[in-house]
């Protein structure tokens, strides 16, 4: 049995933090000035060169350390740390700071279609009107 620990795989590290980032791989290529099919072949690669790894640390927000010592565990103990609103610096570097209330939203496109439906119905009930009063005219 062997206690060896696998090296970090820095490709991988790179396309989970450009995921929970919400980045698509053709965006990162922009940024950082190379194809999509140049960041795909970064993200499989184990090791990446200091120049590429600081452009795409920069883009990303987060430090090279935190690409190179990133871990899925330590993101979700993150998440689960959260008992506050304060602004609160985690593995990856990023802020969490919610400035609305999802709920609010959710209400508020509520009161948008109601009041869209109720121009709608009465746009119908309008139409009618005028087609009965020009039946009864002929």
């Not at 049995?1 to 053709?26: C, F, V, W, Y």
């Not at 194809?35 to 430090?63: F, H, M, R």
Request: proline share 2%; net charge negative; hydrophobic share 35%.
């Amino acid at each position: 049995m062997s206690t060896a620990t696998k090296p970090k795989h820095i490709g991988r590290n790179i396309s989970r933090i450009r995921e929970l980032r919400g980045m698509k791989q053709e965006s990162l290529a922009v940024a950082i000035g190379v194809s999509q099919q140049s960041v795909s072949n970064i993200e499989g690669s184990e090791n990446v060169d200091d120049e590429k790894l600081n452009a795409i640390a920069e883009v990303l927000g987060v430090s090279v350390d935190a690409i190179k010592n990133y871990s899925d565990e330590g993101v979700i103990n993150y998440f689960n740390s959260f008992n506050d609103h304060s602004i609160n610096q985690g593995p990856i570097g990023a802020q969490n700071i919610c400035n609305f209330n999802p709920l609010d939203k959710l209400i508020d496109a509520y009161e948008e279609n109601k009041k869209l439906y109720e121009r709608l119905l009465q746009a119908d009930k309008d139409k009618i009107e005028y087609l009965e009063n020009f039946l009864k005219d002929k």
